[in-house]
């Protein structure tokens, strides 16, 4: 027996599973496991830490600058216009937003896609022309521009660096 049959799959096998039911004892306890885990933390409305989408900081976002204005792009996929709560106050945006639960098909077992309430608040000063704000929503993507104000450029101080 070689090492690679102790793997339950590789590059050129994927997971046994055969109609919903995985045929791999590991891999299934190791999902049996993480669902006691999310169902254990999910009663006190606390996520545990997952990479990308639902972990930790979701929407993942982007911000970009120029001189003349913020730009912040969130990625909500399943979401409509409705469900997102956009705010800009003290120099902060704040995006909340709710991703209902879509119950799967007869026979789900498990759901690895995220849902419930979200927040993220992105701190960008107080520059921002507040009553020139806009927002655009489309396929899943919030773009919202954040233009500065004329005077924000000459608040700016250049330092000189000495080298000794």
Do not use: C
């Amino acid at each position: 027996m070689s090492v690679r049959d102790l793997i339950p799959w590789g590059r050129d096998r994927s997971p046994g599973v055969r109609g919903g039911e995985t045929l791999d004892p590991i891999l299934s306890l190791h999902r049996d496991v993480n669902r006691l885990f999310d169902d254990f933390f999910g009663g006190f409305g606390v996520r545990l830490p997952a990479a990308g989408f639902g972990g930790p900081g979701w929407p993942q976002t982007d911000v970009a600058e120029t001189d003349r204005e913020y730009r912040v792009t969130a990625e909500l996929p399943g979401l409509e216009e409705k469900d997102i709560d956009l705010t800009f106050q003290d120099g902060v945006l704040t995006l909340k937003g709710e991703k209902k639960v879509e119950h799967g098909g007869e026979g789900a077992r498990y759901s690895e896609r995220y849902h419930g309430r979200f927040q993220r608040s992105i701190s960008l000063g107080p520059d921002v022309e507040e009553d020139k704000v806009s927002a655009s929503f489309r396929n899943g993507v919030l773009t919202v521009v954040l233009p500065k104000s004329p005077e924000a450029e000459t608040r700016v101080k250049r330092i000189a660096i000495n080298g000794r």
